[in-house]
């Protein structure tokens, strides 16, 4: 049964990205007549247009493996800054949580014996306490320490609450959202560019400072007392 759901998680993998090299799905966020079809969507109908975002931001976050921060600068130049964050932070959050689940029913049985045999891992990632990994899940999503979309199935195999994750997820991917939408709501923005651009910058400096300090203080240290 284990190899049974690895095989066919493989294969829904191929058929995805087989479809999406045919149809060409992970370029429509980089049509241009696209982006101004959505922008006159918001103008006329916001919630068809935010459902349209949210529906693209899913399936490219929990399918198609694209970048997450490409949703936020979407949703920056789309909502500006505020309904901006807002949207992205609900949709990337929601693509994560499905992304995960899918990890937890096809990956959890097979993956979760070979990874828990290193040292390292078993104890960030299967600590009883549940500590360490609202830990290490708070360092990635403030971090990217590993690919966004990697991270959304690899802690499907850990023993991570449902709630825990999607929670943590949502609350610490904030400020990096916020820093990306904000920043591009700023580009578009020419009235109040600053104001949006030093917004951004204290952002990314806030995410980035953090970031670095959870990094050395808690992963390079973990690291030198295998």
């Known amino acids: 049964m284990k190899n049974k759901k690895i095989w066919i998680f ?4 191929l058929v ?14 980089s049509n241009m007549n696209n982006l101004f079809f959505l922008k006159r969507a918001v103008r006329d109908n916001l919630p068809y247009a935010v459902a349209i975002y949210t529906i693209l931001t899913i ?34 959050t929601m ?8 990890g937890r029913f096809f990956l959890k ?41 990697l991270q959304n199935f690899a802690y499907g195999i850990t023993d991570i609450k449902f709630s825990t994750y999607m929670i943590g997820s949502l609350v610490f991917m ?24 030093g917004i951004a910058a204290a952002l990314a400096i806030t995410v980035m400072g953090m970031g670095v300090f959870l990094k050395k203080r808690y992963i390079l240290e973990g690291q030198d007392e295998r």
């Not at 493989?10 to 993998?13: N, Q, V």
């Not at 995805?16 to 966020?29: A, D, E, R, T, V």
């Not at 904030?174 to 651009?197: C, F, I, Q």
């Open 59 to 92: 399936a490219g976050c929990a399918f198609l493996a694209l970048p997450g921060v490409t949703f936020a600068i979407l949703a920056g130049l789309l909502f500006g800054p505020i309904l901006g964050t807002i949207c992205c932070s609900v949709a990337t």
């Open 109 to 149: 049985d097979s993956i979760r014996p070979m990874v828990i045999k290193n040292r390292y891992l078993n104890k960030w990632l299967f600590d009883t306490t549940g500590k360490n990994q609202l830990f290490i899940l708070i360092i990635t999503r403030l971090v990217p320490v590993f690919p966004y979309n």
């Open 16 to 29: 995805i990205l087989g479809l999406n090299h045919i149809f060409g799905w992970s370029s429509y966020i």
């Open 95 to 102: 693509g994560a949580v499905l992304a995960f689940a899918a």
């Open 10 to 13: 493989a294969g829904i993998i």
């Open 174 to 197: 904030l400020p990096g959202t916020a820093m990306y939408t904000v920043g591009t709501a700023g580009l578009a923005d020419r009235e109040n560019r600053l104001l949006y651009m």
